[in-house]
Nanobody
Framework: QVQLVESGGGSVQPGGSLRLSCAAS????????MDWYRQAPGKQRESVAT???????VYPDSVKGRFTISRDNAKNTVYLQMNSLKAEDTAVYYC??????????????WGQGTQVTVSS
């Protein structure tokens, strides 16, 4: 079985920064794309960053220039550096990854979520 474990959430004032981490462990043959999503109360879950296995990153306009996704393939870990945080960034943040967990199967895995609160 595979687990994604997130860390790094918390409370910060507007304009502040936080760095989220998500480490994958367990029966892992390979990892393809890794993503960060967020879900605010009463809203749908939305993607905030995606990084390919080769390191190419994609962001929505709402976070472009403020958030940076990166990964350490040797550690099976993905990071999200969040700068210039705004109140509207408040949400539960989830990591997601496509993982080859057997020789013939790829599966989607989610982390448990970590709360990010931006408030003065």
């Amino acid at each position: 079985q595979v687990q994604l474990v997130e860390s790094g959430g918390g409370s910060v004032q507007p304009g502040g920064s936080l760095r989220l981490s998500c480490a994958a462990s367990g029966s892992i043959f390979s990892i393809d794309a890794m993503d960060w999503y967020r879900q605010a109360p009463g809203k749908q879950r939305e993607s905030v960053a995606t990084i390919s296995s080769g390191g190419s990153a994609v962001y929505p306009d709402s976070v472009k220039g403020r958030f940076t996704i990166s990964r350490d393939n040797a550690k099976n870990t993905v990071y999200l550096q969040m700068n210039s945080l705004k109140a509207e960034d408040t949400a539960v943040y989830y990591c997601h990854a496509w993982i080859q967990d057997t020789r013939t199967r790829w599966s989607a895995y989610w982390g448990q979520g970590t709360q990010v609160t931006v408030s003065s």
